[in-house]
């Protein structure tokens, strides 16, 4: 065909032919596009999934130790409200883990020291509904409300701290303290074989006694042992020593619960039921007077008896020398080593009862307890002996040897090692040594097997002198 020429009907006709539909066009060029999408797609989705496959462990990883990380603020807060605790101050504590768990809610020891001073604040009104005469009615429901708010408070932080440590002593002492404030003894029951290996720690000590306490019918001495354990290492919370002041009134010793209350008296931020601590010793003093009437004139033998002379060791304190402290010690050694322990006790105990800083008439307590049998009575002991004197070496190590026997071989090696630095070689027993080498080398549970350590026989307070090697200890 010409330039210029009109096409004719069979042109036309035959470039159609030869040309695709215009609906074939317009239908090939989107299967194209889309194909590609799809294509691009998954390949796309497949680099994703090797990235995060190849990825994952390095970011949780780093999730993992932010979780763990807590800001200087917040740990400066939990120091503060920690010492708070120890002082006493529980508005301290408490403004003190707030702001700390504004920073960082769901840390484990943040939750730890939140359920700490929930659980302290509770024990107020927990003691106080014990203290209360049953005639006050109002102040009794005040109590139990308050009690029953930061019951539930202690319980529910002590449950979130244990799901994020289960394995933490220190939780766990926590969730037995919260479950005992809300009534459940038999759950907290159920949580004490998880610490009793730490029994002669006084912080477990005490969540063990107040659990007693919280029986119908406690028995005392038991109670007794451990809140000296627990009040000798409380610093100044008050929190041990309150509940040992009712404990002491309560079994009949109005004596020793006056001297502890004393003890409470003097701290330097009054605990806040120390009125009602004054009224119960009182309340309870009057009954005993009424039940038993005023005490008898002493008959005239034993007027004499107690302005004769001492005569020597012969006769023990209530038996023996009153005047003579040095006779007496003489004459409990000679009873224990005659195993008549219970003598030896009656001895040391007039003794600590008229000279509460006789740290040797203490560790002789200690060392009789431990001869019977009574670790944990022995371990109360040792430690008020070691708090009037912390340099008598027979409590230290009477402590440390005490420790070791009941399965506490950390705490017993501590002990050991601070007898290697602060005593001359040859003041002590080679064992103390050669346990705190072990512990060194091996590891403190690799110090059990160490060569030379079969346990010592138990020291006679009367026999273990500083600077001389005890013959009970050798090996």
């Not at 109590?143 to 930061?150: E, G, I, Q, T, V």
């Not at 006084?202 to 000296?228: C, F, G, K, Q």
């Not at 090696?413 to 070689?425: A, M, N």
């Not at 060194?440 to 001389?468: F, M, R």
Request: overall charge negative.
């Amino acid at each position: 065909m010409w330039r210029g020429q009109m096409p004719s009907d069979g042109d036309l006709a035959e470039n159609r032919s030869l040309s695709p539909a215009s609906d074939e066009i317009y239908s090939a060029v989107p299967r194209r596009r889309i194909g590609g999408w799809i294509v691009a797609l998954a390949l796309l989705t497949a680099v994703g999934v090797v990235g995060w496959a190849a990825a994952k462990p390095y970011l949780v990883a780093r999730d993992a130790g932010a979780a763990v990380q807590l800001s200087p603020r917040a740990q400066a807060f939990l120091v503060d409200a920690e010492k708070a605790l120890v002082d006493g101050d529980l508005d301290a504590a408490q403004e003190n883990v707030d702001k700390a768990s504004a920073l960082a809610e769901d840390d484990a020891r943040v939750l730890l020291d939140e359920g700490r001073v929930a659980a302290a604040k509770a024990d107020v009104p927990w003691l106080k509904l014990r203290l209360l005469p049953p005639d006050a009615a109002d102040e009794q429901r005040t109590a139990r409300a308050s009690l029953d708010d930061l019951a539930a408070r202690a319980k529910r932080l002590s449950a979130r701290a244990r799901e994020r440590a289960p394995d933490d002593a220190a939780a766990v002492r926590v969730e037995i303290d919260a479950l005992r404030l809300a009534g459940d003894r038999e759950g907290a029951r159920a949580r004490v074989p998880k610490i009793t290996g730490q029994a002669s720690q006084p912080e477990t000590a005490y969540v063990l006694a107040a659990l007693d306490l919280a029986e119908p019918e406690p028995v005392w001495a038991t109670v007794v042992e451990r809140l000296r354990l627990a009040a000798s290492g409380e610093g100044s919370a008050g929190r041990a020593q309150a509940a040992l002041v009712y404990a002491l009134a309560r079994s009949g010793d109005m004596a020793g619960a006056g001297s502890e209350l004393a003890k409470i008296k003097s701290l330097a931020r009054p605990y806040p039921l120390l009125p009602n601590l004054s009224a119960c010793i009182e309340k309870t003093s009057a009954k005993a007077v009424a039940s038993t009437g005023p005490p008898s004139p002493p008959s005239p033998v034993a007027s004499a008896r107690r302005a004769a002379p001492s005569s020597g060791a012969g006769a023990a304190v209530g038996e023996a020398p009153v005047g003579d402290a040095n006779a007496a010690m003489q004459a409990a050694s000679n009873a224990i080593k005659k195993g008549d322990f219970a003598r030896a006790g009656q001895i040391y105990q007039t003794l600590a009862t008229r000279n509460p800083n006789d740290s040797e008439a203490l560790s002789g307590l200690g060392d009789v307890a431990r001869l019977t049998g009574n670790m944990a009575g022995a371990i109360s002991a040792y430690h008020r002996a070691v708090a009037v004197n912390p340099s008598y070496l027979p409590a230290l190590l009477g402590l440390a040897d005490t420790q070791w026997s009941s399965g506490d071989r950390a705490g017993a090696v501590h002990g050991y090692s601070d007898i290697v630095d602060r005593f001359p070689e040859g003041t002590y027993p080679a064992y103390v040594a050669k346990r705190v080498a072990a512990a060194d080398s091996q590891g403190e549970g690799s110090a059990n097997a160490a060569p030379g350590n079969a346990a010592p026989a138990v020291p006679t307070t009367g026999d273990t002198k500083p600077g001389a090697a005890p013959d009970e200890h050798a090996e």
